[in-house]
């Protein structure tokens, strides 16, 4: 099976930045998903990697570590509409799928 | 263009009760995915689809079914309804099998058990 780990709630303050940290266990890595995901509301896709390093795309950066099993979604200058769930997915390669496997999210409260 | 849709959007059932929740991809994308959000948690994976065929199913009971159709579409399947089954489903479409391609997720449907 597989593991994923984040932290459970984060505060910060608007135009701060904040980390969010995911460890993860898997036998068939396959690639790394961060998404958004308001309250009632789709997951959003916001970033992805397969190998090591940073992407980053505008505000939001990802790194990857495969070696050591870990990511972080970096969330830059934040704004109040960034309060949301994220979500740390990784894909796993099975006998005859391809299917994410979620942390339990980590929910970002950005104050004035 | 239409991104993934889901229906219906809310649902209440009783207990024992039989439901089937439907989704749309994206035009173009074969492969759905369903998927299984408990409050307060991440999304669990139920089944994957491409091309008409079950690709994939996690950790779920027999009572969970779901099939695809020729336009790609796909429905989800539920029996005997729990307590426990009262969650977020979530479709997400892809537009093949493998491992190049990302999700898109619809808004899922919210189901209450009671």
């Known amino acids: 099976g597989q593991n994923i780990d984040q932290p459970t709630e984060m505060t910060a303050t608007e135009g701060a930045i904040v980390q969010i940290n995911c460890t993860y266990q898997t036998s068939g890595f396959n690639g790394l998903f961060w998404y958004q995901q308001h309250a009632g509301e789709a997951p959003t896709f916001l970033s992805y990697n397969v190998l090591d390093g940073l992407e980053e795309k505008g505000r939001f950066s990802s790194f990857l570590s495969r070696s050591k099993g870990y990511s972080y979604l970096l969330l830059k200058e934040l704004q109040m509409k960034d309060s949301a769930s994220y979500l740390c997915a990784v894909r796993d390669r099975g006998s005859n799928d391809y299917k994410l496997s979620f942390g339990a999210g980590t929910t970002v409260t950005v104050r004035a | 263009d239409a991104g993934v849709t889901q229906s219906p959007t809310h649902l209440i059932k009783t207990r024992g009760q039989h439901v089937t929740l439907r989704c749309s991809p994206i035009?173009?994308?074969?492969?759905v995915s369903w998927y299984q959000q408990v409050l307060g948690q991440g999304p669990q994976f139920i089944f994957q689809?491409?091309?008409?065929?079950?690709?994939g199913r996690g950790n779920f009971p027999d009572r969970f079914s779901a099939r695809q159709f020729p336009n790609y579409s796909s429905e989800l399947n539920v029996n005997a309804l729990l307590l426990g089954d009262s969650a977020l489903y979530l479709c997400a479409s892809s537009l093949e099998w493998g491992a190049s391609y990302g999700y898109t997720f619809g808004s899922g449907t919210r189901l209450t058990v009671v």
């Open positions: 689809y491409y091309e008409k065929e079950e690709r």
């Open positions: 035009s173009g994308h074969k492969s």
